[in-house]
Nanobody, 125 residues
Framework: VQLQASGGGLVQVGGSLRLSCTSS????????MGWFRQTPGKEREFVAG????????DYADFVKGRFTISRDNAKDTVYLQMNSLKPEDTALYYC???????????????????WGKGTLVTVSS
């Protein structure tokens, strides 16, 4: 499974962006999907995750109320809508697939099966 994240860019504080994650190869509809982010010198961290059915989603505390993860299995795409962006949201954002069927709030970097290349989000003040 090859994942591709897109939609990053430069945005001002308080602005919005929508990231997308698609797949070449196997359909994403079989997998739980998550978004992670990483800044230089820091470990990659969980941002949000959604089960394969879309019935459950979980978020890191620092994005709750601002970010929304969703998926459209018919389009084989997972989204991360990011609103009220802050400078500390600046990071490389990655999408990843989970094969374990654990709930998203239990996901971590080491447990994800497939990763895409990141898309850079820069929030300017």
């Amino acid at each position: 499974v090859q994942l591709q994240a897109s939609g990053g860019g430069l945005v001002q504080v308080g602005g919005s962006l929508r990231l997308s994650c698609t797949s070449s190869g196997r359909t994403l509809s079989m997998y739980g999907m998550g978004w992670f982010r990483q800044t230089p010198g820091k470990e990659r961290e969980f941002v949000a995750g959604i089960t394969w059915s879309g019935h459950r989603s979980d978020y890191a505390d620092f994005v709750k109320g601002r970010f929304t993860i969703s998926r459209d299995n018919a389009k084989d795409t997972v989204y991360l809508q990011m609103n009220s962006l802050k400078p500390e949201d600046t990071a490389l954002y990655y999408c990843a697939a989970d094969l374990t069927a654990r709930p998203p709030d239990q996901w971590d970097v080491n447990g994800m099966a497939y990763w895409g290349k990141g898309t850079l989000v820069t929030v300017s003040s």
